[in-house]
């Protein structure tokens, strides 16, 4: 959830030597983003980590919280849910969720921020069980959770993320709900930009060309992955779950705070998030009705 330009450091670590136009494949986009996230991890936690607090449930830069929207059903709803984040980072939101009185497991493919989320359940004395993997294989068996979730985790960076949808679905249980924030589809069009210069169409939104860096060998050294809105929602829909809500925050009154690409001069003006509420058919189904947009 930030700006190309704030990465100097894990740039060096990793050997970035400039851009390319290509298409990347599952592995090469997995082992680029598990190199990356490890070489970045202290230096985004520096910058980020009073955003997303040590166990705080923030779905996006529009700062919307899970205790207040309550998308992943009602707060009776999580004590004893087995949760699975996808994507988890440091886990605040995995701590948050345990708060709650649930079971939650964080799972995440760099050690670098797995190895911060050791550190602070260790200094909040919270137990999250802490998993390294590929959001495209999940490690579990089939129907182990109840609940699963992703703030911005691995959804934008998975060259297959329909393949990630149908793994969700096997490892829910029936009924059970997936709720997942990403980029919002429209924003590729425009500049990584929170200024006036980000306010102008650049590229196609048609174009799914992912968003490529690459070191002297011309090896991936980052890689995010583009879907349209319709690419989302098939994605979804094939993979056998059921689309309930698609959530797109409105930007807060008085919600002064730039985040990379997210300002209040954008957030005025068109959407930055997109969250999608689904859950896998059968079993018992909760609705959440908290309202979400100025608030």
């Known amino acids: 959830m930030s700006s190309r330009d704030e990465y100097g450091t894990a740039e060096s670590v990793v050997g970035t030597a400039g851009l390319a136009r290509r298409r990347v494949g599952s592995a090469e986009s997995e082992s680029a983003g598990r190199r990356w996230w490890d070489a970045d991890a202290d230096d985004y936690l520096a910058e980020h980590g009073s955003d997303i607090g040590d166990a705080e449930f923030v779905w996006c830069p529009e700062n919307l919280h ?5 998308l992943l059903g009602p707060a009776a709803a999580l004590p004893g849910a ?22 939650p497991v964080a799972l995440d493919v760099s050690g670098g921020m797995l190895r911060h989320a050791a550190r602070l359940n260790r200094e909040l004395g919270t137990h999250v069980p802490l998993v390294q993997a590929g959001a495209e294989h999940l490690p579990f068996a089939d129907a182990t959770f109840d609940l699963a979730c992703s703030a911005f985790g691995a959804i934008p960076f998975v060259a297959d993320p329909a393949r990630v949808m149908r793994e969700v679905h096997r490892v829910l249980r029936p009924g059970g709900r997936w709720v997942f924030a990403v980029n919002h589809p429209m924003r590729w069009a425009f500049p990584d930009d929170p200024g006036p210069d980000g306010l102008t ?21 980052y890689v995010e992955h583009h879907r349209t809105l319709g690419d989302r929602v098939r994605d979804v829909v094939a993979a056998g779950l059921v689309l309930e809500d698609l959530v797109e925050p409105e930007w807060p009154e008085g919600h002064d705070r730039v985040w990379g690409q997210w300002s209040p001069l954008r957030g005025e003006l068109f959407p930055g998030t997109a969250i999608f509420v689904t859950r896998r058919p059968g079993g018992a189904q909760t609705s959440s009705t908290a309202p979400v947009g100025r608030s």
């Open 66 to 70: 899970e205790a207040d929207a309550r």
């Open 201 to 221: 169409v650049t590229q196609s939104y048609f174009d799914r060309t992912p968003y490529l860096e690459v070191d002297a060998t011309g090896r991936a050294t």
């Open 82 to 103: 087995r949760v699975l984040e996808v994507g988890a980072g440091s886990a605040p939101c995995s701590r948050w969720l345990a708060g709650q009185g649930a079971l």
